[in-house]
């Protein structure tokens, strides 16, 4: 008999860019001839994968039996018929110094591509609409929007059906990009940074881009910002974005691209590019974009940038034989207000009969298009099975304006709208798809039930990344979920599978006097749920019964709001102008309401039933861990405020661009 040894191992060719190795094909190295004493029988050897290191190699034994005369042959060879030895000890010295030098390069390998330029790290894109209701999209089942496109993506992703935001935009984008409470550093509550503030993230707070970036990835921002552009190091290229085209504001409109709300509506043109060399004197690497086809809609400006990187990336990839991964944020205005859609988009929702949510549909169809257009691209340049896609909507659908305007967007089943911490306020659609973790025969989607966070993208996002925090990522509030995402498509049945999060707070606002913490199924809303009254409950009255009531929203099924909306704009500004001039301020809960609704969400999703007098022990074990967090070991920062949006904050072209130039005189001069 001839038994043969194969010792799978793994070439390494160098990359030129980063000096780091990667792996190819696996070839082998066979030792032949080498005499087996157990001839006299018919062995079946079977392939064992020893793991070592971070890599597998693998050792394979294969056997046949020889034919009785040549089996003859091999002992008149060796004249005896004694049994015939084991392999020589220097052939298996041989195959044991091959084996381990092999493992200790490729364990070396593995370390120089994570250090010094991972080539083998999944691209990761992060899709954010803008006020997209819970009942907006397709995918769903219970809605009358079609949404191929996203829909298609949710089908092999896993779908997050508790994911929770922040009530209105800018709180949720800081929460995503410090993975950290807003309340923490003075951006809670429901509010906004508006046109002309000086507000933004203190830069005491790491945020995820620019963690990613130390990681070797490439850094994409693509569209609204919305945390601050009053000083220039506020702006996303100096915090983590290699590169930015898109609105620093947080409402434009979207085809002249002027700023939309807030005190200074209207003040000015907010639309750059910032590739950190531009050429502007006074802030040399911020530059507006002169749109070359003046009057095109953001959504057609955001995805033609968006799959121009994609393509420029897969050249550079076949170019340089291997790069950096990338990182990409598409923030997309759709369907925030105005609600100003294009005819293409109206007459593909011609059936659908009221004209507000014939108009809210078609600006979601325009973010439909433009998933599908980065997606193709994706897939267009082989690199769809390499990126890892994110959807979020950053808060609920925003049902109505001030002036009791219906915008036309759906929560349903749940009470309420942005600016509330009802459920339709703070719980969004939301999907991940994970093509390392998901199976090639995957053709419906995984439904998640656990407990989601905003915050908890940034320590997730880092863990499919392969990093960890770094020493300047302070205390995080988000929770990594990669491991429960990789158990759930590998077919772990739910119940099985640990999850993560235990309770989500969802604000703790003094100043408006709300705050909310969600456990499991129960809730508990301290204070007020909602600003004014944005807390619309389903199902309500009928049409007839609203039709001649001034401010309310007509021709509607789905809503029902205040007549007095405006005046209770007015009173709004006005709680936050006492609140700045009291002396005695209170960050506590303690100074809060002592107004409590408890509800259990797994049949109250309307939040309408208060248990908070018939289940004691849930309600105050709900309130103490919410209390927790409003102490002196976790103090709530003070709210920050738009007091100074009357400022001069935009050049003499009528641009919005920072203002408050933080640089030294010598760095002035030079720009001169």
Known sequence: MKRSFKISTGSLKKDRRHSSYTRSTIPSITFSNVPDESCQCDC?????????????????????????KEAENFDNQYQTKRRIPMPSIHHVLIAFIVLIVVVTTVS??????????????????????????????????????????IDSLARSSIVLERHYTQPMCSPSRAAMFTGRYPFRYGMGGSRAIYYGSKLGLDDSEQLLSEELKKGNYKTYLIGKWHLGFGDWEQTPTRRGFDYFYGTYGGSTTYRSHQSYEGPRAGDGYDLFEDTQNGTNKKFPDINPVDDPSPGTFSELLFTQKAVKIIEDEQEEDEDQKG??????????????????????????????????????????????????????????????????????????????MPSGESLGSSNLPFRGAKCTLYEGGVRTPAF????????????????????????DWFPTILKLAQLAPSDKVKELDGVDHAETFRRLLSGTP????????????????????????????????????????FDQVYPLINEESIENKPGLVKNSSHYQVSPNIYQEMIEYSKVQERYKEDPDKCLSLDCMSSTLSLYDLSWDLTESHNLSSRFIDEREGLYKTLKDYSNSKNPIVEPKFFED?????KTEDNVWTPFIDTRSDEENQEDR
Do not use: C, W
């Open 44 to 68: 079946q050897m079977t392939e064992r994968e020893v793991a070592i290191g971070n890599g597998t190699k693998e050792i394979q034994l294969e056997n046949s039996t020889l034919p009785q």
């Open 108 to 149: 070396l390998a593995i370390v120089l591509n994570r250090e010094q330029g991972p080539t083998n790290l999944p691209n990761i894109l992060v899709v954010i609409a803008d006020d997209l209701g819970y009942n907006d999209v397709g995918y769903q089942g219970h809605g009358d929007i079609k949404t191929p496109y």
């Open 323 to 400: 790069k950096e991964p990338f990182f990409m944020v598409v923030s997309y205005q759709n369907p925030h207000a105005p609600i100003t859609p294009m005819e293409r988009d109206v007459e593909q929702n011609k059936d659908i009969d009221n004209e507000n949510r014939r108009k809210m549909a078609a600006m979601i169809t325009s973010l439909d298009y433009g998933v599908g257009r980065i997606t193709s691209a994706l897939e267009r340049t082989h690199q769809l099975n390499q990126t890892i896609i994110i959807f979020l909507s950053d808060n609920g659908g925003h049902l109505m």
């Open 432 to 455: 991940i798809k994970i093509p390392q973790f998901t199976p090639v025969t995957m053709n419906s989607s995984v439904k998640y039930n656990g407990l989601f966070h905003i915050s």
């Open 494 to 533: 739910q119940h099985k599978v640990k999850k993560p999060r235990d309770h989500i707070v969802l604000d703790i606002d003094p100043v408006f006097d709300q705050a909310a913490i969600v456990q499991e199924k129960y809730k508990l809303i301290v204070g007020k749920g909602a600003i004014m009254s």
């Open 645 to 649: 949006h009357n400022s001069e904050a």
